[in-house]
């Protein structure tokens, strides 16, 4: 039942994406055992990337399914958190439709205000921002070493700073940033680590598909318009 409240959901929250589709749920023959969704005829992900000629587009298909990983998480906070290519089919047209809504993650206004927050601090490279980002998203210990907790986001810096967006990893950036808060007795919300997980699932699909496309350039339009309505005077 839950799942299909799930694909409910995402099926309002992307009604208004032409690229994406996602199945309709038949409450009517859904049972506490049985759930049952629409059927749709389409290519799965995982047997378009094995064709020599695809169908399809895959640079288009590849591009549409970052910018909805974006939509959800950004904007809407409610997102496919297990986006592998079993769980992706590819009408024509390039539409891409969604499947298996067991694994959503959720993000309430004040974690996707940190968030922001954090990916913010990972593009400018400030590390006080960061660190504020981490303090923000969780729970802090007594034992926190704050003094080595800036050298590690230090060394992160270090490590990404001349680095251009087309060339940096936001799955394996959220991921790094996570084990440094959590060597540093940082208790962080699962839902982030969620949130770090499916954009690793979704660069290897990516990889797969178009290795030029690059996950963390295609959020920067998301993130410019979440700091403009955070700097919005009525805020």
Known sequence: TQEGRNGERLKHILRDNPQVYVPRIYWVYTT????????????KLKDLAQMEEPPVDLRRVT?????????????HSFFHADPHPGNLAVLPGEVLVFMDFGQMGELS???REQLTNLIVGIVSRQVE???????????????TDWEG??????????????????EVSLGQSLQEILEVAFRHKIRV??????????????????????????????????????????YRPSR
């Open 32 to 43: 506490s055992r049985v759930l049952t969704v629409e059927y749709v005829e389409a290519w």
């Open 63 to 75: 591009d549409h399914l970052a910018r909805s990983f974006y939509q959800q998480v950004l904007i």
């Open 109 to 111: 206004e004040e974690r």
């Open 129 to 143: 921002e960061i660190i504020e980002a981490i303090s923000a998203m969780g729970v802090v210990s007594k034992q």
């Open 149 to 166: 907790l800036k050298r590690d986001i230090e060394k992160l810096k270090d490590k990404y700073y001349h680095k251009t967006l087309e």
């Open 189 to 230: 919300p699962s839902e982030f680590t969620m949130l770090a997980k499916a954009p690793i699932t979704l660069e290897g699909v990516v990889r797969e598909l178009d290795p030029s496309i690059k996950l963390a350039q295609l959020a920067e339009p998301y993130v410019a318009e979440l700091l403009r309505a955070r």
